[in-house]
């Protein structure tokens, strides 16, 4: 089945810090890729999306690719910010055609950013 | 633009009680999917309406079923409540066609005592 497996948080960065948090996945196919945000108390906010390989997905700083080769959509921030910390979630969703609408997450990495 | 809510947000049960969510849909929005997020995993598919029909299922129990209206609304049924039963439950709308992105609601903190 699918799954997704993300890097153990937490972690902890100052102001300014570069980010990566790695993500590699395991699926039929060639599945879409998600990061989702959820901050504290809140539900989950979708932060970028790639639909096909070599595709990069980027929003509000952040960005990830589709590395098939590698089966991987690591996400990145050249510079953190204390309001950028939260918990990350990838997510794909398998293009089996029809009516498919599962995501599959995994378990997230919690940041937290120092001023 | 109304994004998804969810009714209510807090809920406190005992075992072997019954409960009932509500999600309303992102405008425009006609499908409905339904996650649960145990404390400090990521969410897990329950099930997704579309033309008030379950359309896709994933590895839950019978004791949980929904429900999808004519105004796209949906709401969720737990019946004989464990403790397990914990969780935060997230609702997701999207359109058929441009299901590729989900928008979630705020959820619904449910706890099973």
Redesign the interface.
């Given at each position: 089945g699918n799954s997704v497996t993300q890097m153990e948080g937490p972690v902890t960065l100052s102001e300014e810090a570069f980010l990566t948090i790695n993500c590699t996945y395991t699926a039929t196919g060639y599945p879409s890729l998600f990061w989702y945000v959820q901050y504290p108390g809140e539900g989950l906010q979708l932060l970028l999306k790639a639909t096909k390989a070599d595709d990069k997905g980027s929003n509000k700083g952040f960005e990830a690719t589709y590395r098939k080769e590698t089966t991987s959509f690591h996400l990145e921030k050249g510079s953190v910010q204390v309001s950028d910390s939260a918990v990350y979630f990838c997510a794909l969703k398998e293009n089996s055609g029809g009516s498919n609408y599962k995501l599959t997450f995994g378990k997230g990495t919690l940041l937290t950013v120092n001023p | 633009d109304a994004g998804?809510t969810q009714s209510p947000t807090h809920l406190i049960k005992t075992r072997g009680q019954q409960v009932t969510l509500r999600c309303s849909p992102k405008s425009g929005h006609d499908?409905v999917?339904w996650?649960q997020q145990a404390l400090?995993?990521?969410?897990?598919?329950i099930f997704?309406y579309?033309e008030e029909e379950e359309?896709?299922r994933?590895n839950f129990p019978d004791r949980f079923s929904g429900h999808q209206f004519p105004n796209y609304s949906s709401e969720l049924n737990v019946n004989a409540l464990l403790l397990g039963d914990s969780a935060l439950y997230?609702c997701?709308s999207?359109l058929?066609r441009g299901?590729?992105?989900?928008?979630?609601?705020?959820?619904t903190r449910l706890t099973v005592l």
């Amino acid at each position: 089945g699918n799954s997704v497996t993300q890097m153990e948080g937490p972690v902890t960065l100052s102001e300014e810090a570069f980010l990566t948090i790695n993500c590699t996945y395991t699926a039929t196919g060639y599945p879409s890729l998600f990061w989702y945000v959820q901050y504290p108390g809140e539900g989950l906010q979708l932060l970028l999306k790639a639909t096909k390989a070599d595709d990069k997905g980027s929003n509000k700083g952040f960005e990830a690719t589709y590395r098939k080769e590698t089966t991987s959509f690591h996400l990145e921030k050249g510079s953190v910010q204390v309001s950028d910390s939260a918990v990350y979630f990838c997510a794909l969703k398998e293009n089996s055609g029809g009516s498919n609408y599962k995501l599959t997450f995994g378990k997230g990495t919690l940041l937290t950013v120092n001023p | 633009d109304a994004g998804v809510t969810q009714s209510p947000t807090h809920l406190i049960k005992t075992r072997g009680q019954q409960v009932t969510l509500r999600c309303s849909p992102k405008s425009g929005h006609d499908t409905v999917s339904w996650y649960q997020q145990a404390l400090g995993q990521g969410p897990q598919f329950i099930f997704q309406y579309y033309e008030e029909e379950e359309r896709q299922r994933g590895n839950f129990p019978d004791r949980f079923s929904g429900h999808q209206f004519p105004n796209y609304s949906s709401e969720l049924n737990v019946n004989a409540l464990l403790l397990g039963d914990s969780a935060l439950y997230l609702c997701a709308s999207s359109l058929v066609r441009g299901a590729d992105t989900q928008y979630f609601g705020p959820g619904t903190r449910l706890t099973v005592l």
